[in-house]
Antibody, heavy 122, light 106 residues
């Protein structure tokens, strides 16, 4: 059974850097077709994809946020870490990590964490 | 960037109704199109993969169709548990979600 759980601060100040950790189980992030992504959702708004990392350490980022994001993995701990710099109140959202479905080139996220709510405020 | 536009943004329907939600891409995404269902306070659930592939455990009243830029999600007989918000998502280039369609009870 695949599970994922997000952790990190619930409150950050503007201009600070946010670090979120996704701890997963039930799969290994060591092969090229396997992936973990981050998606966020501001209150009452739509989903927004942020970043994706594969087992072979390939990474992809949202073009609009690429300059502010870094995604890494620690396979020994079964964790994926997302760092987002220069936080702003508009970054207030629920942040989800999710498992990439299947091993092919199609990318859908089939198992999601419960999400963690991050508020950006001074 | 590929933009995904869903219509309508919300709709009211009754149990038993046939519901169709459309998703349009700003450029062709081939069949790299997925559909999710999200209920308030919960993470999204992947329903349909690669335009037409129903995930295991998803009721057969859900179906997807389309290709290129125009896609549809159809629910043939709406059930009480189907009232939710639905999102399309392309993975042809990066990932982009649509703005969502909220299905409400009439």
């Amino acid at each position: 059974q695949i599970t994922l759980k997000e952790s990190g601060p619930t409150l950050v100040k503007p201009t600070q850097t946010l670090t979120l950790t996704c701890t997963f189980s039930g799969f290994s992030l060591t092969t090229s077709g396997v992936g973990v992504g981050w998606i966020r959702q501001p209150p009452g708004k739509a989903l927004e994809w942020l970043a994706l990392i594969y087992g072979n350490d390939d990474k992809s980022y949202s073009p609009s946020l690429k300059s502010r994001l870094i995604i890494t993995k620690d396979t020994s701990k079964n964790q994926v870490v997302l760092t987002m710099t220069n936080m702003d109140p508009v970054d207030t959202a629920t942040y989800y990590c999710a498992h990439k479905y299947g091993s092919g080139s199609y990318i859908g996220m089939d198992v999601w964490g419960q999400g963690t709510t991050v508020t950006v405020s001074s | 960037d590929i933009q995904m536009t869903q219509s309508p943004s919300s709709l009211s329907a009754s149990v038993g109704d046939r519901v169709t939600i459309t998703c349009r891409a700003s450029q062709s995404v081939s069949n790299y199109l997925n559909w999710y269902q999200q209920k308030p306070g919960y993470a999204p659930k992947l329903l349909i993969y690669a335009t037409t592939g129903l995930l295991r455990g998803v009721p057969s009243r859900f179906s997807g169709s389309g290709s290129g830029t125009d896609f549809t999600l159809t629910i043939t007989s709406l059930q009480p548990e189907d009232f939710a918000t639905y999102y399309c998502q392309q993975s042809f280039r990066d990932l982009t979600f649509g703005g969502g369609t909220k299905v409400e009870i009439k």
